[in-house]
């Protein structure tokens, strides 16, 4: 049998989640998967078709953010 766990357990796990969602990391990772789910649509758009998110980001890291960084 399988033990639920109590409550103190799960505030605890809720604080750590506002916790980690409030981190620079978490911002930044948020961010890039909102860049990437829109280069997403408009690499789409320009196939045709749904290129697919694994498409999307190796393509967004390869051209997007690699010349991003290559300007700072």
Same mark, same amino acid.
């Given at each position: 049998?399988? &033990?639920? @766990?109590?409550? @103190?357990?799960? &505030? &605890?796990? +809720?604080?750590? &989640?506002?916790?980690?969602?409030?981190?620079?990391?978490?911002?930044?990772?948020?961010?890039?998967?909102?860049? $990437?789910?829109?280069?997403?649509?408009?690499?789409?758009?320009?196939?045709?078709?749904?290129?697919?998110?694994?498409?999307?980001?190796?393509?967004?890291?390869?051209? $997007?953010?690699?010349?991003?960084?290559?300007? +700072?």
């Amino acid at each position: 049998m399988t &033990e639920r @766990p109590d409550k @103190p357990e799960r &505030e &605890e796990e +809720s604080h750590f &989640e506002e916790w980690a969602r409030k981190t620079a990391l978490f911002r930044e990772w948020a961010e890039m998967k909102e860049d $990437i789910l829109r280069h997403k649509w408009f690499e789409s758009e320009k196939a045709g078709h749904d290129v697919g998110w694994d498409r999307a980001l190796v393509d967004y890291n390869l051209r $997007i953010r690699r010349r991003k960084h290559s300007e +700072s």
